[in-house]
């Protein structure tokens, strides 16, 4: 019992020591520790060191890239090229945030959260409501009537199917202009554009006029088959690539760089509303496009100089078959 008391004794005085009420530095308590999660599908890419833009025999000597050395630091990236069947759920993810928008100011105590239960905080204006499940077949006549404009008109339909006009899925979101809101006040004198948005040095002007509004469309362009490879017979691939479910582990392809932009904001979003939002957990860092160095450095494999990531100069191993195929 002795033993027990002393040991209580010393955890008492080991906690009052370092606190902020001795007058030192010590940060703030009670902060929650963060470990890195690795991204479910995605590898660890360790920093390091290349020579940039070699690799390639340059037969006729044109010189036209010259070879650089660059430092890249420790990231993540995908384990494979994103698929159809996962830019897929971003697609329907915007198809059905538009139809409970819509559905909304039809029945909003079904589609909308007005209110916060546990504060009683009103939010305006309200966010959807995904726990309710979209009926597109209701029997209710006005549900029925609030979704007929997300289908293709009558005129543009054929053999009677009903379906979705992929021109109207846009997606809406909102970033902060980091690069504006850095640029120094050159406003006494220079030429710089946008000058009387400066932030910087005094950094009091109001952050509104620095945010950014996106909104795009997120539908593939399914025509790049036949658009990009004329000599091709690829009706097929335009027809049923992006939606039959053979293909839906294949890269998907005709998504413009903006649209893989706003893909990643929705992912991050995505992750981080069931971190914070559900778990109460600190949220991770944004997904992101890779850059040209940092692409370049993970397709090489550690292999510095070399054309491809296996080592050598050929495309095919001692049996004949291809070491890898390519992908668009």
């Not at 036209?64 to 630091?73: E, G, P, R």
């Not at 950014?212 to 027809?239: A, G, M, Q």
């Amino acid at each position: 019992m002795k033993r027990l008391l002393i040991y209580f004794a010393l955890l008492l005085f080991l906690g009052s020591c370092g606190n902020s009420g001795s007058g030192e530095l010590t940060g703030v308590k009670n902060r929650k520790r963060y470990y890195q999660p690795d991204p479910f599908g995605m590898v660890y890419i360790p920093m390091g060191s290349y020579t940039m833009g070699i690799g390639d025999e340059d037969v006729l000597y044109t010189q036209i890239n010259n070879a650089k050395t660059v430092t890249v630091q420790s990231f993540y990236m995908d384990q494979t090229e994103v698929t159809n069947n996962e830019y897929r759920q971003f697609v329907f993810w915007v198809r059905d945030s538009i139809a409970r928008r819509i559905l909304g100011e039809v029945q909003p105590d079904l589609y909308l959260v007005s209110e916060n239960e546990k504060t009683g905080e009103v939010y305006d204006p309200p966010f959807l409501n995904w726990e309710t499940k979209l009926e597109w077949d209701s029997e209710e006549q006005d549900v029925r009537d609030a979704l007929a404009d997300m289908y293709l008109p009558e005129e543009e339909r054929f053999f009677r199917r009903k379906e979705i006009d992929t021109r109207k899925l846009y997606y809406e979101y909102y970033f902060v202009d980091l690069k504006a809101a850095a640029a120094k006040d050159y406003s006494q004198g220079g030429d710089v554009k946008d000058a009387g948005l400066a932030n910087r040095p005094q950094g009091l002007k109001d952050r509104s006029v620095y945010v950014r509004k996106e909104v795009i469309n997120v539908y593939p362009d399914t025509l790049c088959w036949i658009h990009d490879y004329v000599y091709s017979f690829n009706d097929p691939s335009t027809e049923k690539y992006f939606w039959h479910p053979a293909y839906d582990n294949y890269p998907v392809v005709g998504v413009t760089w903006k649209q893989a932009k706003a893909f990643c904001v929705w992912r991050t979003q995505l992750k981080n509303s069931f971190l914070y939002g559900k778990k109460g957990e600190t949220a991770i860092s944004d997904f992101r496009l890779p850059s040209e160095a940092e692409w370049e450095w993970a397709a090489r494999g550690g292999y510095d100089g070399n054309p491809y990531p296996w080592g050598g100069p050929y495309t095919r191993n001692d049996k004949g078959c291809f070491l890898a195929t390519s992908s668009l």
